[in-house]
């Protein structure tokens, strides 16, 4: 009997611990709380750019940062990360992002430090718009009104 508790006590342990092991902040907004997005894969997504032009997208990616430039790049080792693959992401205090739960925003400071949002994986949703490419039209859209961000830690 004893040795089932051990087992059972180990199986508890090894469970929480894969779940503090991908831990996510999510960043919401009060734009586009009634809005059905799209999710979609980024490959699915720039290989179709066109269909979704105008419309609300959920994506997954890589986010880059620093002097012009805020982009979404394709997480894949596989894949070109080039700005012409890559969609310029439009953070706007039109929509500004909080952390759920609580009042702290998206590029507020957190214990005395601004969050390092570079080269992370995320997860965002926006509206997809062709005619804007960001920073010198380098990009192959913008993802404007992004209103949803999933944060992996």
Same mark, same amino acid.
């Given at each position: 009997m004893a040795q089932g508790r051990g087992y059972w006590a180990l199986l $508890? $342990?090894?469970?929480?611990l894969a779940c503090n092991t991908h831990k996510q902040k999510i960043y919401t907004s009060d734009c586009a709380t009634d809005i059905t997005f799209k999710k979609l894969s980024f490959h699915t997504l720039t290989d179709s750019i066109k269909q979704y032009d105008?419309? =609300?997208?959920?994506?997954s990616g890589r =986010?880059?940062?620093? %002097?012009?430039?805020?982009?979404?790049?394709?997480?894949?080792?596989?894949?070109?990360? +080039?700005?012409?693959?890559?969609?310029?992401v439009n953070f706007t205090q039109d929509c500004p992002l909080y952390?759920?739960?609580?009042?702290? +925003?998206?590029?507020?400071?957190?214990?005395?430090? =601004? %969050? %390092?949002?570079?080269?992370? %994986?995320?997860?965002?949703?926006?509206?997809?718009d062709l005619r804007k490419k960001g920073y010198k039209n380098a990009y192959i859209a913008t993802i404007n009104e992004v209103s949803y961000l999933e944060l992996d830690q």
């Open positions: $508890a $342990a090894l469970i929480l105008g419309k =609300y997208v959920e994506v =986010y880059v940062e620093g %002097k012009h430039i805020s982009a979404l790049v394709n997480d894949s080792t596989f894949t070109d990360h +080039g700005s012409r693959h890559s969609f310029w952390l759920k739960g609580k009042n702290t +925003g998206l590029f507020e400071t957190e214990d005395g430090e =601004y %969050k %390092k949002i570079n080269n992370r %994986k995320m997860t965002i949703r926006g509206r997809v």
